[in-house]
């Protein structure tokens, strides 16, 4: 089965509405690609071919761009690596300069990136009132969508 690679980019404003959605053409690596990549093939696709187009397609300059893969924080230095936790957070907790934990949802939420304290405070005012999560499930909705064809 030939597995398809394809990556999208949605930027939303603060009330979650979408401002620039763009996204790759699927990428179907043929065999000889696969022999001569071997297990770097699928970092390559996503970080090489995927991950630094978009950034240079994108037209806006949001104050963060969130990612779910952590292969690609090394991409670019605005790339943000979110994921939910399900523990109990009741204020912000900073490990290191660039991982810190804040309250989300009543959980906390995991942040690693390059963020000045600046930028953490900015936010933690965003995840009081947006649920930042929620745009990667509009993404994966709109990519299954491209990639079907319809």
């Known amino acids: 089965m ?3 690679f394809i ?15 763009k996204y790759t053409d699927p990428i179907i690596p043929n065999e ?7 297990g ?4 390559y696709l996503k970080s090489e071919l995927i991950a630094k187009t978009l950034m240079k397609k994108m037209e806006k ?3 963060f761009i969130f990612i779910r893969d952590p292969e690609l924080l090394e991409v670019d230095p605005r790339l943000i690596l979110i994921s939910e936790k399900k523990e109990r957070l009741e204020k912000p907790l900073r490990i290191s300069e660039e991982e810190a934990f804040l309250p989300f949802r009543g ?11 600046e ?32």
Not at 40 to 43: A, H, I, P, R
Not at 109 to 117: C, F, Q
Not at 128 to 135: G, K, R, S
């Open 40 to 43: 770097s093939l699928e970092v």
């Open 61 to 63: 300059n949001p104050d």
């Open 32 to 38: 000889l690609q696969k022999i001569l990549y071997g």
């Open 7 to 21: 990556g999208g980019l949605l930027v939303v404003d603060e009330r979650g509405i979408p401002m620039e959605f």
């Open 119 to 150: 930028q953490l405070e900015k936010l933690m005012n965003l995840l009081e009132n947006f649920d930042v999560l929620e745009p990667f499930q509009r993404l994966d909705k709109a990519l299954d969508y491209v990639c079907s064809g319809e």
């Open 107 to 117: 959980n906390a939420i995991r942040i690693v990136g390059k963020l000045s304290d």
């Open 2 to 4: 030939n597995q398809k």
